[in-house]
């Protein structure tokens, strides 16, 4: 069994308060600042006309009250949206955020945010500029950010852009050669659900000083697993995951 470390368990909050309100809103972020969360993990994409904004699906219809293809519209059109509209509280209208309001309410926030970037090879022209540009313009908050992608492609131009950013690689299942690749590009982390983090494997991170992240973390067993086989970093979207580990281990 892997020893245990004395680094302490990071707990990252999907959407910026989990279920507690509208996903990657300024909502969420407040409602999971207030509630003591100090890591979230958002979702970025690009709007037609190049402006970077907070959104998680390809499709508005989830998590909106529109249709269509979120990066296909301007953003005059996406900042009218409702972002609440598929949230299970009735939280009031709630705007599809820009990145630099978000960027301007991090630099006074105490918490560490995950961008976890959302575009295709030929959004990332768009995208990119935009994002150094902001992080340029707002350096405290820049300093609080990390990236991850699915995209070995956008993850290696990220770190041609914003050169000293936390990056952390999306798998579906942690293999070697692609922890290899991971290591070759300069990235610290990589990530895959929770179900698919062994003892093994989170060794095998270790091995090409890689740091292993855990997300969809269910429940306090998952947590409790994942923590006994070496992995620190864990992202949950139910905040009481966390409380009733750390009331199980008091």
Same mark, same amino acid.
């Given at each position: 069994? =892997?020893?245990?470390? *004395? #680094?302490?368990?990071?707990? $990252?909050?999907?959407?910026?308060?989990?279920?507690?309100?509208?996903?990657?809103?300024?909502?969420?972020?407040?409602?999971?600042l207030? +509630?003591? $969360?100090?890591?979230?993990?958002?979702?970025?994409?690009?709007?037609?006309?190049?402006?970077?904004?907070?959104?998680?699906? #390809?499709?508005?219809?989830? *998590? *909106?009250?529109?249709?269509? =293809?979120?990066? !296909?519209l &301007?953003?005059?059109?996406? #900042?009218?949206?409702?972002?609440? &509209?598929?949230?299970?509280v009735?939280?009031?209208?709630?705007?599809?955020?820009?990145?630099?309001?978000?960027?301007?309410?991090?630099?006074?926030? &105490?918490?560490?945010? =995950?961008?976890?970037?959302?575009?295709? %090879?030929?959004?990332?022209?768009?995208l990119?500029?935009?994002?150094?540009?902001?992080?340029?313009?707002?350096? +405290?908050?820049?300093?609080?950010?990390?990236?991850? !992608?699915?995209?070995?492609?956008?993850?290696?131009?990220?770190?041609?852009?914003?050169r000293?950013?936390?990056?952390?690689?999306?798998?579906?299942?942690?293999?070697?050669?692609?922890?290899?690749?991971?290591?070759?590009?300069?990235?610290?982390?990589?990530?895959?659900?929770?179900?698919?983090?062994?003892?093994?494997?989170?060794?095998?991170?270790?091995?090409? %000083?890689?740091?292993?992240?855990?997300?969809? $973390?269910?429940?306090?067993? %998952?947590?409790?697993?994942? =923590?006994?086989?070496?992995v #620190?970093?864990?992202c949950?979207?139910?905040?009481?995951?966390?409380? +009733?580990? &750390?009331? !199980?281990?008091?």
């Open positions: 069994m =892997i020893k245990a470390e *004395t #680094k302490p368990i990071e707990w $990252v909050v999907m959407g910026g308060a989990g279920k507690l309100a509208p996903e990657n809103t300024m909502a969420a972020l407040i409602e999971g207030a +509630r003591g $969360v100090d890591h979230v993990w958002l979702d970025l994409q690009v709007s037609k006309d190049g402006v970077p904004f907070l959104f998680r699906d #390809k499709r508005l219809e989830r *998590t *909106t009250n529109a249709r269509g =293809i979120a990066h !296909s &301007d953003w005059k059109h996406l #900042k009218q949206l409702d972002a609440s &509209d598929g949230h299970h009735a939280a009031g209208h709630e705007r599809i955020p820009a990145l630099t309001e978000v960027l301007d309410w991090l630099q006074s926030a &105490d918490i560490r945010m =995950i961008l976890e970037i959302r575009a295709t %090879d030929r959004m990332l022209a768009r990119l500029p935009a994002l150094a540009k902001a992080c340029q313009q707002m350096p +405290r908050a820049s300093e609080k950010l990390s990236f991850a !992608s699915g995209s070995t492609t956008a993850l290696v131009r990220c770190g041609e852009v914003l000293g950013k936390g990056r952390l690689l999306i798998v579906d299942k942690p293999k070697r050669p692609i922890l290899l690749a991971a290591q070759e590009m300069g990235v610290g982390s990589v990530g895959c659900t929770a179900m698919n983090w062994t003892e093994k494997r989170v060794r095998n991170a270790r091995e090409y %000083d890689l740091e292993a992240t855990a997300f969809a $973390v269910r429940n306090c067993n %998952d947590a409790k697993r994942l =923590i006994k086989v070496g #620190k970093r864990l949950i979207d139910d905040i009481d995951i966390k409380h +009733r580990y &750390d009331s !199980s281990m008091s």
